[in-house]
Nanobody
Framework: QVQLVESGGGLVQPGGSLRLSCSASGFTFSSYAMSWYRQAPGKEREWVAF????????NYADSVKGRFAISRDNAKNTVFLQMSSLKPEDTAVYYC????????WGQGTQVTVSS
């Protein structure tokens, strides 16, 4: 069964940085592209960033392009999201999942950008 455990969120001031981690299990991690998604209060979950199986291809939502960087460590079954120049509108619960997503979602990690 797919299991995804996100961590690394927290409260940060505008302009700050955070690094999110997602530990995956229950499937052959290196065989799947992965993405980060987020859900802000009162909004639907949206896609944020994509990384191919070996990490050679990445894509980003326009709203985070140039500020966020996705990476992965297939030896550790982990995908990362480095977030910089954070804005209040980045406040959300962040999730990782396969791309396209599997039905199982983790608990997510809360990111709050506020002064």
């Amino acid at each position: 069964q797919v299991q995804l455990v996100e961590s690394g969120g927290g409260l940060v001031q505008p302009g700050g940085s955070l690094r999110l981690s997602c530990s995956a299990s229950g499937f052959t991690f290196s065989s799947y592209a992965m993405s980060w998604y987020r859900q802000a209060p009162g909004k639907e979950r949206e896609w944020v960033a994509f990384i191919s199986t070996l990490g050679f291809t990445t894509n980003y939502a326009d709203s985070v392009k140039g500020r966020f960087a996705i990476s992965r460590d297939n030896a550790k079954n982990t995908v990362f999201l480095q977030m910089s120049s954070l804005k209040p509108e980045d406040t959300a619960v962040y999730y990782c999942n396969k791309s396209p997503p599997a039905p199982n979602w983790g608990q997510g990690t809360q990111v709050t950008v506020s002064s």
